[in-house]
């Protein structure tokens, strides 16, 4: 990732060019199970299931060890060496996933012309004065459930990032976006079945997320 990193390692998901998406991706899927491992583990239940994030993690764990000298630094899993020797990348990249996840949900139940597209959706919402609609309208039980896990990711790296002594607030900008966030829903909802379940706990995630230190 460090070719694609700008210099002031900006955080806020509204930047577009090609280096800075490239990063959002990186960022986005870090949870992402290579295929090819899910295969082997189907056959192999023992071995355990890694991601990248799993593997950031522990990198980024690890470190106390070092510090408090419970282990010496080339005796840690050479994984966990590189993320150390990468320490700030790792670091940001999961700073970076924790404020990008929740732009992503919010562009995905935008009320505009931008939807999903996240640089557009904080572009027109930063220049709103009022509050903005989040539309459930034509979006399935099945989406709105995976817009609140998202919300709820974001907040599980915020939490990481704590523990391993890492204060990373949410963005001003996005905290006031979030909090001009207003649901709209259509007239008629006798067709949403338990969309209504759902949204409810959408708004219970973005609480969690507004919660957060």
Same mark, same amino acid.
């Given at each position: 990732?460090?070719?694609?990193?700008?210099?002031?390692?900006?955080?806020?998901?509204?930047?577009?060019?090609?280096?800075?998406?490239?990063?959002?991706?990186?960022? #986005?899927?870090?949870?992402?199970?290579? =295929?090819?491992?899910? #295969?082997?583990?189907?056959?192999?239940?023992?071995?355990?299931?890694?991601?990248?994030?799993?593997?950031?993690?522990?990198?980024?764990? #690890?470190?106390? *060890?070092?510090?408090?000298?419970?282990?010496? =630094?080339?005796?840690? =899993?050479?994984?966990?060496?590189?993320?150390?020797?990468?320490?700030?990348? %790792?670091?940001?990249?999961?700073?970076?996933?924790?404020?990008?996840?929740?732009?992503?949900?919010? #562009?995905?139940? %935008?009320?505009?012309?931008?939807?999903?597209?996240?640089?557009?959706?904080?572009?027109? %919402?930063?220049?709103?004065?009022?509050?903005?609609?989040?539309?459930?309208?034509?979006?399935?039980?099945?989406?709105?459930?995976?817009?609140?896990?998202?919300? *709820?990711?974001?907040?599980?790296?915020?939490?990481?990032?704590?523990?391993?002594?890492?204060?990373?607030?949410?963005?001003?900008?996005? *905290?006031?976006?979030?909090?001009?966030?207003?649901?709209?829903? =259509?007239?008629?909802?006798?067709?949403?079945?338990? *969309?209504?379940?759902?949204?409810?706990?959408?708004? %219970?995630?973005?609480?969690?997320?507004?919660?957060?230190?």
């Amino acid at each position: 990732m460090s070719e694609y990193v700008e210099h002031k390692h900006p955080l806020m998901p509204v930047f577009m060019n090609n280096k800075i998406k490239n990063l959002y991706a990186l960022a #986005a899927g870090l949870h992402r199970v290579n =295929p090819n491992q899910t #295969a082997m583990l189907a056959e192999s239940p023992d071995v355990e299931e890694v991601h990248m994030l799993k593997l950031i993690k522990d990198g980024l764990s #690890a470190k106390a *060890r070092v510090v408090s000298g419970d282990v010496a =630094p080339g005796d840690l =899993p050479e994984y966990q060496q590189e993320v150390l020797k990468e320490e700030s990348n %790792a670091t940001y990249i999961l700073q970076l996933r924790h404020q990008f996840l929740i732009g992503m949900a919010l #562009a995905k139940v %935008a009320d505009f012309d931008s939807k999903s597209e996240v640089g557009q959706f904080f572009f027109k %919402a930063w220049h709103m004065i009022a509050k903005w609609n989040a539309n459930f309208s034509d979006l399935n039980e099945v989406q709105v459930k995976e817009y609140a896990k998202w919300l *709820r990711e974001a907040v599980k790296t915020q939490q990481f990032l704590a523990s391993v002594g890492v204060t990373d607030k949410l963005d001003k900008k996005l *905290r006031k976006v979030l909090t001009k966030m207003q649901i709209s829903l =259509p007239a008629d909802q006798t067709q949403w079945g338990h *969309r209504e379940e759902q949204i409810a706990d959408f708004k %219970a995630a973005v609480q969690e997320v507004l919660q957060a230190p």
